[in-house]
């Protein structure tokens, strides 16, 4: 006989629930390091379609701890953000104050950027004045 007492029927499926969630944990953060990581830059011209300012400031965070609710203030900083038209999709990329001044919409700007490898999501990684369309 066994010196180990048996285990009740409803406590057996919590290691094997607990298994599939840190599967399931590890299966999204594996998924979305290859499909973002050691990806190519790529070169290409995109329409300038819009342009977002977004000031510094504080937001709120609302944290629900043991029944209680805190809310959490956290420093944001400013964006420049230009919305852009990159080989027929829709994209955004952060640029610096002065080129954002300078640029205006419907303009055409140089684009250094990744496709990732399954969501086929394109990944702006910077934002230069166009030059010369047949230098690249």
Same mark, same amino acid.
């Given at each position: 006989?066994?010196?180990?007492?048996?285990?009740?029927?409803?406590?057996?499926?919590?290691?094997?629930?607990?298994?599939? %969630?840190?599967?399931?944990?590890?299966?999204?953060?594996? &998924?979305?390091?290859?499909?973002?990581?050691?990806?190519?830059?790529?070169?290409?011209?995109? #329409?300038?379609?819009?342009?977002?300012?977004?000031?510094?400031?504080?937001?709120?965070? #609302?944290?629900? %701890?043991?029944?209680?609710?805190?809310?959490?203030?956290?420093?944001?900083?400013?964006?420049?953000?230009?919305?852009?038209?990159?080989?027929?999709?829709?994209?955004?990329?952060?640029?610096?104050?002065? &080129?954002?001044?300078?640029?205006?919409?419907?303009?055409?700007?140089?684009?250094?950027?990744?496709?990732?490898?399954?969501?086929?999501?394109?990944?702006?990684?910077?934002?230069?004045?166009?030059?010369?369309?047949?230098?690249?």
């Amino acid at each position: 006989m066994s010196d180990k007492p048996a285990l009740p029927p409803g406590s057996r499926v919590w290691p094997c629930l607990g298994t599939l %969630i840190l599967l399931a944990v590890c299966g999204y953060y594996g &998924f979305g390091a290859l499909n973002r990581t050691g990806l190519p830059a790529r070169q290409g011209f995109a #329409t300038v379609l819009d342009k977002a300012y977004y000031p510094p400031g504080t937001s709120y965070q #609302t944290l629900n %701890i043991g029944g209680r609710a805190f809310i959490r203030p956290y420093q944001t900083a400013e964006a420049y953000v230009l919305k852009l038209r990159l080989n027929g999709q829709e994209t955004a990329g952060l640029v610096p104050k002065d &080129f954002y001044e300078t640029v205006a919409t419907n303009t055409e700007v140089n684009v250094t950027y990744e496709v990732t490898r399954f969501t086929r999501k394109l990944l702006v990684v910077e934002v230069r004045p166009a030059s010369a369309k047949g230098q690249n």
